[in-house]
């Protein structure tokens, strides 16, 4: 982005992962970082910009990536039936309120019509687009474990690994 060109954001005083000293970001209107520059090589305020936001040393990441969650805000997995999907709206946004861009739901080992239920209620769910942590796949974490291996999986979940499974 060159000087005078209109950005929708200057963020000043930045802490940035993997940049040393503090960081001047510009944002275009897409939302999109176009530029980062040390502090110490900026004048602030000479780009004609919508807005400037000092985060006075804050850091500023992209968000987090969870590969495991078993269930949030009271709501195991699991136990996901169309009554109590609009309590997913609320646990994307949880997530994406702390910092969680993207996660997969866990679905602990359970019966066979659990585990299709709750796909069924995540698959509606991700359908639709929203302004909140995104469900990036499902973690599954059964039935087809080995017996004697299954730590606290319940055994009568367990399946054997078929071909017609």
């Known amino acids: 982005m060159t000087?005078?060109?209109?950005?929708?954001?200057?963020?000043?005083?930045?802490?940035?992962?993997?940049?040393?000293?503090l960081q001047m970001l510009l944002v275009n209107q897409e939302g999109i970082i176009e530029q980062i520059s040390p502090m110490s090589k900026v004048g602030v305020?000479?780009?004609?910009?919508?807005?400037?936001?000092?985060?006075?040393?804050?850091?500023?990441?992209?968000g987090g990536v969870d590969l495991q969650i078993n269930g949030a805000l009271g709501l195991a997995f699991p136990d996901l039936r169309s009554e109590n999907a609009y309590?997913?709206?609320?646990?994307?946004?949880y997530l994406w309120d702390v910092g969680v861009d993207g996660f997969l739901p866990t679905l602990v080992t359970t019966s066979i019509e659990n585990i299709q239920r709750s796909l069924a209620?995540?698959?509606?769910?991700?359908?639709?687009?929203?302004?909140?942590?995104?469900?990036?796949?499902?973690?599954l974490?059964?039935?087809?474990?080995?017996?004697?291996?299954?730590?606290?999986?319940?055994?009568?979940?367990?399946?054997?690994?078929?071909?017609?499974?």
């Open 87 to 93: 309590l997913l709206e609320k646990i994307t946004q």
């Open 141 to 165: 974490e059964g039935p087809f474990l080995n017996f004697q291996k299954r730590g606290a999986h319940p055994a009568e979940y367990l399946l054997p690994l078929t071909i017609d499974e």
């Open 45 to 62: 305020g000479t780009h004609s910009c919508a807005s400037l936001l000092n985060v006075a040393g804050d850091w500023i990441s992209l």
């Open 121 to 139: 209620v995540i698959a509606n769910f991700t359908e639709k687009e929203r302004s909140c942590a995104k469900i990036l796949g499902v973690h």
């Open 3 to 21: 000087q005078g060109t209109q950005s929708a954001l200057e963020i000043i005083n930045a802490r940035v992962p993997g940049y040393k000293d």
